[in-house]
């Protein structure tokens, strides 16, 4: 009897199959319009571009435009590449047109059917975007596509590391940039750090077509972006707090040493309020609680975690003034590598050693963050169905399975359960062993590359050859999967192996031409195509005869989409193939999952040593068990992703206004409402409102006018004035530091005074979020303990980074306004020793001995400075070449530290 979710489903079609129906039409509009365009010239097909993007561009809609755009793809295709797209291509292609994820089966050209989205989206003029999983890939698909996109009148780039900024420009401005997901991450950063627009490389985020799409927005999303750089030097607030863990008292702290954490107890926390507090560390009237003390409790949990979970020649030695980590598996010192998150500065102030600056995040972003920045997001990928729920919710991006071109003819056998894992490999090897004797191509999926490493070499002992594909090489990997097809072939993998590159049976006819010609350039490229042709149809005869392409998996993975990637490597393009999983109790997930109970159940049946048992209900159970794993994992990375959204919205706002700056062409607007706003906050804060005159502190409002607006005006004066108010003295101190700054402007000259304030407003922005960066990085880090006192931990960090940011553009207002004051013309003989110590910088570069005549002379050197003499160098800081003239900073020449 069916069940009423079958019977429904046989009345009313799935959704699945209502949208793959809705298509149809489209399709045939396309198929109808082929016979017009098969009549063109290639100068036709580029006519035919140029009148479809100047209607774009006049407001019709590219959904009206798709059949006339698909079908001129087509046909560009066909003559560049000799492949006409199948119906269930261009299924595809209005697929991710229209925003959805495309489940393909491998093999059934995924390369290809993007090329008709981005043409499409591409009209509009605004760039496109194909992200692939790997670099090789990027080049490959540029390279073989580019003669679609060239056959219809369009540009295509390609944006890899390292490579010229010219270039990488030249790349981003095509209609068509491929790009892997990292370059294009790593560039939105990087782009949000330039100070000009010119020096801009992404033109915007209009549409992404994502290849290998649940690799890239669900494997790789896992680890943020970050751009990290050296941080300030806090060595003397490590030593202070250093000097203060000590006097910590065993009822001040608790520690747990099975999970080796550490936390400070509510006396611990009051005792170094007042300690931190009489050391002028913590400022008067504030609290460890304070959102403005979480860098400070960052650094005393740090400080704690160094003395008492980290002991001297156990987990350290020092060595050479070096304090060097011991791996605790193999008693081995671990040279070069440092603890995060400031803990290693912790062990090294303990030990008196010279602490070495910390990594700090310069600017970061999460990949679901930074996709979700293109209006119109598509994505193509072999197994996306069982991720579906997350795709729709963090992306909301829709699945849709398109049907194979032709049936799927691969047999998916039950899974083979064996009780130990060496009785699971020696099943193994019988199956390789059987399937190479009659010439059956064999790839062999394993979850690691030691247990790759393992099996090659029981494949060794057995006389078995074989190929072992790891991630090492991506130029490799693409070449022996190639060869994976070929009659008699074996090939170990991990995972990963393999993706962007078909395994056809009797081998890869592109790559052997390919390779062909690149062994003998004279050879001309059509003989040589149509022998190998030949050979091949031979060799693809004997291992269709041999049952095509067996994948045999030595392991399921967590995750069910892993296990179906490998799965879908057999049966392409209708071909035969089989796949086969080979279990044992003792794999990670029997061992998680219940193996206890199983293997009861295979003690009562008796089994033999090497039996396996071999039933549909071990496949339910384990796909139940691999269904709860992918929800876990869903979780964590929604919790992630929620702590990212409270950064992200801030990182918008900073972007957003870093980018209006760049934008505008005078600034002095926003610079005098920055300034009236500190002038309004100083005046709040030393003439309270509804306040008698002698409750004034007009003497400190003088000192910060000074201070913080750069000017001296009679405050004092003012103050004592009959009928004058808290109003009165604001728009005073207003006009005043207006009309200095028209001064200044008019000593430096207009045009000279917009580009000042420009990048001092840039710097600024840049120094104040990367701060802010640093101390939302130590939020996260203790704010999950707000959970204990029945606090939610997201709703706290929401608040208080709120608070740290308000703060921020606080701070902000105050230096920008400050710097302005501050800055003068130089005089000529501060010009001089400023080019002195550019030309110094730049020999130093070079690797060139500084000569004297252009070393530093420090700012308030003394009258008569004498490279020789030390005494008239006056306070050079660390970080200037020495006045010596050797080249080297002065804090590792003569400002050395004994």
């Not at 098969?38 to 006049?58: H, N, V, Y």
């Not at 020696?426 to 059956?440: L, N, P, R, S, W």
């Not at 994976?484 to 991990?494: M, N």
Request: some cysteine.
């Amino acid at each position: 009897m069916l069940g009423l979710g079958t019977l429904a489903k046989k009345v009313f079609g799935t959704p699945n199959d209502r949208k793959i129906k809705s298509t149809r039409p489209l399709i045939e509009k396309i198929n109808a319009l082929e016979p017009e365009f098969e009549t063109l010239s290639d100068a036709g097909i580029i006519e035919r571009t140029t009148a479809l993007a100047e209607r774009a561009k006049s407001g019709e809609s590219l959904d009206e435009l798709l059949p006339e755009a698909f079908a001129n793809c087509r046909e560009a295709a066909r003559r560049a590449l000799g492949l006409r797209a199948f119906d269930t291509q261009l299924m595809g292609g209005i697929f991710l047109h229209q925003g959805n994820i495309a489940e393909m089966k491998t093999g059934e050209g995924k390369t290809l059917v993007a090329t008709f989205p981005a043409y499409l989206n591409a009209l509009t003029g605004a760039g496109v975007h194909i992200v692939t999983v790997n670099d090789y890939l990027a080049k490959r698909d540029a390279e073989w596509m580019s003669k679609v996109y060239s056959a219809l009148g369009m540009t295509t780039g390609v944006v890899y590391p390292q490579m010229p900024e010219a270039q990488k420009k030249a790349a981003y401005a095509a209609d068509i940039t491929y790009a892997t997901n990292n370059e294009l991450g790593f560039d939105y950063l990087r782009d949000n750090m330039k100070s000009d627009l010119s020096e801009m490389n992404q033109r915007g985020h209009n549409f992404a077509i994502v290849d290998e799409v649940d690799s890239i927005l669900i494997d790789e999303a896992r680890t943020p972006l970050i751009i990290s750089g050296p941080s300030q030097d806090r060595s003397e607030l490590y030593k202070t707090i250093d000097a203060v863990i000590p006097e910590v008292t065993d009822e001040h702290f608790t520690m747990d040493e099975k999970t080796r954490s550490v936390s400070y107890s509510e006396e611990g926390n009051e005792f170094l309020e007042q300690r931190l507090s009489a050391l002028g560390i913590l400022p008067e009237g504030q609290s460890l609680y304070d959102p403005e003390s979480t860098t400070l409790v960052h650094h005393i949990n740090q400080g704690l975690k160094a003395h008492k979970l980290f002991h001297k020649d156990k987990d350290y030695i020092v060595r050479d003034g070096e304090v060097m980590l011991i791996d605790e598996f193999t008693g081995r010192m671990m040279a070069g590598r440092r603890l995060s998150d400031g803990l290693h500065q912790a062990i090294e102030a303990k030990e008196g050693v010279n602490i070495q600056p910390e990594n700090v995040t310069l600017a970061s972003v999460t990949f679901q963050n930074y996709f979700r920045l293109y209006n119109k997001l598509g994505g193509m990928t072999g197994t996306a169905t069982t991720e579906a729920e997350e795709f729709a919710e963090i992306y909301k991006l829709g699945v849709v399975e398109v049907p194979t071109n032709r049936p799927v003819a691969r047999v998916d056998e039950h899974d083979q359960v064996y009780r130990t894992a060496k009785e699971k490999y020696d099943g193994v090897v019988k199956a390789i062993q059987k399937a190479h004797e009659k010439g059956q191509p064999v790839l062999v999926g394993t979850t690691s590359i030691e247990k790759s490493e393992f099996l090659a070499g029981l494949l060794t002992d057995a006389g078995i050859p074989h190929n072992v594909l790891n991630a090492r090489q991506h130029e490799k990997e693409a070449q022996i999967v190639a060869d994976a097809g070929k009659f008699g072939a074996v090939t170990i993998a991990t995972n990963m192996a393999g993706r962007g590159t078909d395994i056809q049976l009797g081998g890869n006819v592109e790559m052997k031409v390919l390779d062909a010609i690149a062994a003998d350039p004279a050879l001309h490229p059509d003989e040589v195509r149509a022998r190998i042709e030949a050979e091949h149809a031979d060799e693809k005869a004997k291992v269709l005869a041999a049952g095509g392409l067996f994948v045999l998996a030595t392991e399921r993975h967590e995750s069910r989409r892993i296990d179906n990637q490998l799965r879908g490597r057999s049966g392409r393009q209708g071909d035969p193939g089989r796949s086969s999983f080979f279990l044992s109790l003792e794999d990670d997930l029997m061992r998680i999952f219940g193996s206890e109970r199983l293997d009861k159940v295979l003690s009562s049946l008796g089994m033999k040593e090497g039996e396996a048992i071999v039933h549909p209900w071990v496949n339910k159970s384990l796909e139940k068990a691999q269904a709860k794993v992918e929800g876990r994992n869903f979780d964590i990375r929604k919790q992630l992703l929620k702590f990212d959204d409270v950064m992200n919205d801030q990182r918008k706002v900073i972007f957003g206004q870093r980018r209006e700056i760049m934008e505008a062409e005078d600034l002095a607007e926003i610079v005098q409402d920055m300034r009236h706003q500190v002038v309004d906050d100083l005046v709040d804060l030393y003439i309270p409102a509804k306040s008698y005159a002698d409750q004034w502190n007009a003497e400190g409002l003088y000192v910060a006018g000074i201070e913080r607006l750069g000017i001296d005006v009679p405050v004092l004066a003012w103050a004592e004035e009959e009928g004058v108010d808290d109003t009165e003295l604001r728009e005073r101190l207003e006009k005043a530091s207006d009309e200095m700054m028209a001064a200044k402007a008019a000593q430096f000259g207009p045009e000279n005074m917009r580009m000042i304030e420009k990048q001092i407003l840039l710097q600024t922005i840049d120094g104040k979020w990367r701060e802010h960066l640093v101390t939302l990085e130590h939020l996260r880090s203790v704010v999950g303990f707000r959970g204990y006192a029945q606090r939610d931990p997201l709703n706290e960090y929401k608040t208080e980074s709120f608070q740290l940011f308000e703060g921020m553009l606080n701070d902000l207002r105050e230096d920008v306004t400050r710097k302005l004051a501050q800055i003068r013309p130089l005089t000529q003989d501060e010009q001089d020793a400023m080019m002195r110590q550019m030309l110094a910088q730049q020999e130093a570069a070079q690797g060139k001995p500084v000569s004297a005549a252009v070393a530093q002379q420090p700012e308030g050197a003394a009258p008569g400075f004498d490279e020789h003499d030390h005494t008239t160098w006056g306070n050079p800081s660390r970080n200037d070449p020495c006045p010596c003239g050797s080249g080297e900073k002065f804090k590792h020449c003569h400002g050395r530290l004994a």
